[in-house]
């Protein structure tokens, strides 16, 4: 009888657990880091389809600079978005550390170029701050600004990302 | 709920089938009143449509198609003449029909529509007659139910069955049904009477009319006997045949969601991508392995691959074809009105309506051909006087044919009208400001003919209710342009018009003709491409701005296509270029390109939404080598094409070396060392680096060249060695000076050959000193700072 107790106890208090790791995870956002130029930026884990190494990509004419053009993702053809060049930075050759992060939303896809991967990060949501006010909230890329312990990460909008805007 | 659907989708797809047919019959039983054969066949639809309605609670529609058969009913016993007038209301009706079952497919319901003044229409003549009883819609049911009730007498009380019950019993009666259908057919087989396999579809029947209406007496089937001698009795025969006839016709053909099919063609597109890549790398291997044994085998596997893909291909696109005389079905009905409308003498003449077109364009060429026909019955067809005025006879005649030429399907509508007047034309379009009068007078006849297809163009003296807005033509030609075809106008005065609609049969697969332009490869769609020509540089004229060539009799405007897609010109072209000719319509343009690649098919894949809309770009395609090739749009091209000025002469002098920057300090200089020995590089760079220069080295051709591609720094001065891996300074000297920004490049030779044919084939490849091995260092860097104008202040 008391093992029979100690049984109900024991599933009721893993429930309890189970419960608990379920409000954190509702808590916790998954983010990829990665750095262009000076800053590191994220995008949701989930709104990554795939991190390549860069390979060629053919140019596509009467776009601006900082659409390179389109390559061939086993069978897709998808277009291919410099964030420098989007930023407003230079362009930089691509060197080992370079990658294109496959990002989908909805049916869009594109890939971006970077100049290297930081993480995977989990933030806690109560560390996440707003964009700045200065920025208008509807047209950002940015959707707010993450908080770890020594560094500053600005989290972008993937839809805002693959969103056309010329 | 969802058999209900399921149902009504069937009596949809059933009814608008039937429809279809309907207003070719109809027509044709304008001019054939007395065709009972005819008239049984559209009573018979009218009939089906109402009793299926009548099942599914479609009340309106079963009121309407009520009086219709009525109607019909009594002009099949002959009580009354189907007149022009008669004819208009029993259109109008089916016109609601249709209306009806299109309400009902959108909203599963058929309220909205009001029916009832084409019902008292349909009653006044019905009334008018005298005779107001109503024959049928009572008699022919009762067949039907004659037919059931046998089966039905024995059935024990149903009501205090239960549901499963129920169901087992509806299968068993099933069962026992479609025995005794079958056993019927085969009692008839046995019999040897013909029977057209399977009880015929009213559809069917109608056909199988017309075929044997021609060859004056029917031979009589058993089935169409009853049809003859009792038409409710036929209607029996018919229903009673309905469940056999589903049976058989499901083993023929299956209903597949074009969705499938959809799927199946991009599969096939992927594998023809594959296929290519295949047979690319069987050639790379053919040149790599030559003689060896295993290649016959490889060439084998992939020539089948080759073929069964491309046959696989084809067999796929047919399952997408339809015939286009689904789309020609709905314009005798037109003309009719059309004739009526504009009192007119018109008869229309198909041919070819088996030709096969893709599903997505037998459905995108509908509206074109309206408005061609449309205008050829306004416009070109002269009214009934001045034709007998012009020795013509009094009825005009519209051809509509449509057939197969080579890859293309052809779909041609002559007139034997008044022409087009060039002429007039011209005039027409100054005054609405499309051309200036310049531009008419250069015009040759074949592309004024093409300004009836400009925006805002009409020669209607008023708009009427067929046409003169300035819309329609133009519609046509976007229509007939975003399906990859072509227009071709042909007229005469007085004779009539010829318009020729040239589309590929198909939009996912075209052959395609790859063009190269400096590094970059594109695609131009080959039904496009008239011919290709190579010129000498020489040949090209520019006037007024714009570059032209003289090809054959006519004067060819030439763009090159790297001024529209902002090529960089880092290659020089040479002498000679290649001039694709391209064609669209009255319309002509030579693209200049570097290089002809091949003709390849290539499948045609979206830039997607991000990249939409560029002009100039219609798709890309995955190559061989899994590099992606854009599509060009000839269409936005040509316009383009326009918009370009000339750039073609004079791209070798202007962008010379770059912009040469001010040199501030002694590290502005930017020397290449090229050598294939460490010892030999560092004996040189110990040699230059007091000056303060930068330098970069290279271990051989190849990898100078790549640094030099990269744009990384801007060189002033190269050092090469001659002997070396994989590129020898000769090619690697010959491969730099075709590059425009490194023309004035010094290259200086540095190596121990010191024969005078070398110090020539060095001079030949574009070398400016020669340096023998060995030397002193400050040979070398007096050599160097001679070549790169090192400023004197720059000497500690």
């Not at chain 2, 909205?112 to 107001?132: E, P, Q, Y």
């Not at chain 2, 056909?207 to 209607?235: F, G, L, W």
């Not at chain 2, 969705?259 to 594998?271: T, Y």
């Not at chain 2, 669209?584 to 343009?589: D, I, N, R, T, V």
Request: hydrophobic residues 40%.
């Amino acid at each position: 009888m008391s093992d029979k107790l100690k049984d109900v106890i024991n599933k009721q208090s893993a429930q309890q657990d189970h419960d608990d790791s379920l409000t954190q995870l509702d808590d916790i956002v998954q983010l990829v880091g990665f750095i262009i130029g000076d800053e590191e930026y994220a995008v949701p884990i989930l709104s990554i389809q795939e991190i390549i190494k860069p390979f060629s990509w053919t140019r596509v004419p009467q776009v601006p600079a900082y659409v390179k053009g389109v390559f061939n993702m086993r069978g897709a053809v998808i277009p291919l978005i410099d964030l420098r060049l989007k930023f407003g930075l230079t362009e930089q050759k691509h060197n080992d550390e370079t990658r294109f992060i496959v990002m989908k939303h909805g049916d869009e896809v594109a890939g971006f170029v970077i100049d290297r991967l930081t993480m995977a990060l989990r933030i806690k949501k109560d560390n996440i701050g707003p964009a700045p006010d200065t920025i208008n909230a509807e047209d950002s890329l940015i959707d707010g600004v993450g908080k770890e312990a020594d560094r500053i990460i600005t989290i972008l909008k993937p839809d805002k990302l693959l969103q056309r805007d010329f | 709920m969802d058999e209900f659907q399921e149902i009504l989708q069937d009596f949809l797809v059933e009814s608008f089938e039937l429809i279809e047919q309907l207003d070719q019959d109809l027509v044709e039983l304008e001019s054939n009143p007395e065709d009972l054969e005819l008239l049984n066949g559209i009573f018979r639809v009218a009939h089906t449509v109402k009793g299926a309605s009548s099942f599914l609670n479609m009340d309106v529609l079963t009121h309407l198609t009520h009086h219709m058969e009525n109607l019909l009913n009594k002009a099949r016993h002959g009580e009354l003449v189907i007149t022009a007038d008669v004819m208009d209301v029993i259109l109008e009706s089916v016109d609601l029909m249709k209306q009806l079952l299109e309400t009902i497919r959108d909203t599963s319901s058929d309220g909205g529509v009001d029916v009832s003044a084409c019902v008292a229409r349909l009653d006044k003549i019905d009334g008018g007659d005298g005779n107001v009883e109503t024959p049928v819609a009572a008699e022919a049911p009762a067949p039907v139910e004659e037919e059931t009730e046998p089966s039905n007498s024995d059935e024990p009380d149903y009501d205090n069955m239960s549901d499963d019950d129920v169901e087992a019993e509806i299968a068993r009666l099933l069962a026992e049904r479609q025995s005794q259908d079958k056993a019927k057919r085969e009692a008839k087989i046995a019999a040897g009477e013909p029977v057209p396999e399977a009880p015929p579809s009213p559809e069917e029947v109608e056909a199988k009319e017309k075929e044997t209406e021609a060859s004056a007496p029917p031979p009589i089937t058993p089935s169409d006997v009853t049809v003859e001698k009792n038409s409710s009795r036929a209607e029996a025969e018919s229903s009673k045949a309905a469940p056999a006839k589903k049976a058989q016709t499901v083993e023929q053909t299956i209903r597949v969601d074009v969705k499938r099919l959809d799927h199946l063609m991009n599969l096939i597109g992927e594998l023809v991508l594959a296929k290519n890549r295949l047979i690319k790398i069987n050639d790379d291997v053919e040149e790599r392995y030559e003689g060896e044994e295993f290649l016959e085998e490889l060439n084998q596997v992939v020539s089948i691959v080759s073929l069964v893909t491309t046959d696989l291909q084809i067999a796929v696109m047919k399952t997408r074809m339809l015939p286009v005389g689904k789309v020609f079905n709905k314009f005798p009905r037109m003309i009719r009105d059309l004739t009526r409308e504009l009192n007119k003498k018109i008869e229309l003449e198909i041919s070819g309506e088996d030709t096969e077109l893709d599903k997505s364009i037998v459905e995108e060429i509908g509206d074109p051909l309206v408005h061609i026909i449309r205008n050829s019955c306004d416009h070109g067809i002269e009214n009934p006087d001045v034709r007998i005025a012009a020795g013509k006879e009094e009825t005009g005649v519209i051809k509509l044919k449509a057939y197969n030429e080579g890859n293309q399907i052809v779909i041609q509508i002559d007139d034997d009208g008044k022409g087009l007047d060039v002429n007039m034309l011209k005039d027409k379009s100054i005054e609405k400001g499309l051309i200036t009068e310049k531009e008419a007078d250069q015009m040759s006849d074949k592309e004024a003919f093409g300004l009836i297809f400009r925006p805002g163009f009409s020669t209607a003296a008023s708009v009427t209710n067929v046409s003169g807005r300035g819309v329609g033509m133009d519609v046509v030609k976007t229509n007939i342009e975003k399906l990859n075809g072509i227009i071709d106008i042909d007229s005469e005065m007085g004779i009539g018009t010829s318009m020729k609609l040239k589309i590929p049969l198909t939009l996912a697969i075209i052959q395609a003709l790859l063009v190269g332009v400096q590094e970059e490869a594109y695609a131009i769609p080959l039904a496009s491409v008239m011919e290709t020509v190579r010129i000498s540089t020489d040949e090209i004229y520019t006037v007024e701005g714009r570059s032209v060539m003289r090809l054959r009799d006519e004067v060819l405007s030439l763009v090159h296509i790297g001024d529209i897609f902002e090529v960089e010109r880092i290659i020089d072209g040479g002498e000679h270029a290649y001039v694709v000719v391209l064609g669209l319509g009255a319309q002509k343009l030579g693209l200049i390109v570097d290089t002809l690649v091949g003709q390849e098919e290539i499948v045609i894949k979206s830039l997607g939404e991000y990249l939409k809309g560029i002009d100039g770009i219609a798709g890309a395609t995955i190559r061989g080598d899994g590099g992606v090739t854009l599509i060009v749009d000839v269409v936005a091209l040509m316009e383009m094409a326009k918009g370009v000025k000339s750039s073609i002469n004079q791209n070798s002098s202007s962008n010379d070396a770059g912009a040469i920057k001010e040199k501030t300090t002694a590290s502005d200089y930017t020397v290449m060392i090229v050598d294939d020995s460490k010892t030999d590089r560092t004996i040189m760079r110990k040699a230059i680096e007091p000056l303060g220069i930068t330098l970069v080295e290279a271990g051989d051709g190849q990898e100078a060249l790549n640094i030099l591609k990269q744009g990384d720094h801007t060189f002033d001065a190269m050092l090469i060695d001659i002997e070396m891996p994989r590129m020898d300074g000769y090619t690697l000297a010959t491969e730099i000076k075709k590059y425009n920004r490194y023309k004035n490049l010094p290259l200086i030779a540095v190596t121990s050959r010191t024969g005078k044919s070398d110090r020539m084939r060095g001079v030949e490849s574009g070398m400016v000193e020669y340096i023998t091995k060995p030397y002193s260092s400050d040979y070398l860097s007096s050599v160097v700072q001679r070549n790169v104008n090192f400023k004197s202040e720059f000497l500690s």
